[in-house]
């Protein structure tokens, strides 16, 4: 299965449609933290199926529990950006 499937049918797990403008800027993450993670060790899971599922998908599987519109999200301390870049990114039209 390739990223782009990944990262789509992961969204549905969670009721989270994921657009394809969407998945353009999660393929920019992605290709940003493999190239930083050559400079600065972020993290050891570098394979793009992993990075979908255990990076992506599994920060998005809070926002199951998170009121979209009526409450802040702070995160901090992320390292390479887990769990806000992901979640930015879906919540950033709402």
Do not use: C
């Not at 992961?10 to 999660?26: A, H, S, T």
């Not at 993290?43 to 926002?63: C, G, N, P, Q, V």
């Amino acid at each position: 299965m390739d990223f782009e499937t990944i990262i789509k049918n992961g969204g549905k797990e969670f009721g989270i449609e994921i657009n394809d403008e969407k998945i353009d800027k999660f393929k920019i993450y992605k290709e940003l933290l493999i190239s930083w993670n050559k400079k600065i060790n972020l993290t050891s899971i570098t394979d793009d199926r992993e990075i979908a599922i255990k990076h992506f998908i599994d920060s998005l599987s809070i926002l199951q529990f998170v009121n979209k519109k009526d409450e802040n999200l702070i995160d901090i301390g992320t390292g390479a950006g887990f769990p806000g870049i992901p979640i930015k990114i879906i919540l950033d039209d709402i």
